[in-house]
Nanobody
Framework: QVQLVESGGGLVQAGGSLRLSCAASGRSFSAYVMGWFRQAPGKEREFVSAISRSGVGTYYTDSVKGRFTVSRDNARNTVYLQMNSLQPEDTAVYYC?????????????????????WGQGTQVTVSS
């Protein structure tokens, strides 16, 4: 099992940046594909990005390509989401997720139901 704790959310003006962190505890962090999802009020949870076990492979939803960068440090059991050029539509609770069975980047890689472990979420609010 793995426990996930996100941090780094906050309030930022449009065009600003934030870096989210997700610290994992438990065994074998490098065995997990890590994902980032977000959920805005009244909307379903949506895929944002994922990173392969080694960190070499990354995957983004179209709306964040070129603005967000996912990375991981397996020595620190941490995954990051650098978010630049933030827009009001990026406002949401951001969650990190982990799964040991996902095949990058099969269709299930962006499905919330494919991930077994979730953090509690961190709020990101972008003002216009």
């Amino acid at each position: 099992q793995v426990q996930l704790v996100e941090s780094g959310g906050g309030l930022v003006q449009a065009g600003g940046s934030l870096r989210l962190s997700c610290a994992a505890s438990g065994r074998s962090f490098s065995a997990y594909v890590m994902g980032w999802f977000r959920q805005a009020p009244g909307k379903e949870r949506e895929f944002v990005s994922a990173i392969s076990r080694s960190g070499v492979g990354t995957y983004y939803t179209d709306s964040v390509k070129g603005r967000f960068t996912v990375s991981r440090d397996n020595a620190r059991n941490t995954v990051y989401l650098q978010m630049n050029s933030l827009q009001p539509e990026d406002t949401a609770v951001y969650y990190c997720a982990a799964d040991s069975t996902i095949t990058p980047w099969a269709a299930g890689s962006r499905a919330a139901g494919s991930y077994d472990y979730w953090g509690q979420g961190t709020q990101v609010t972008v003002s216009s």
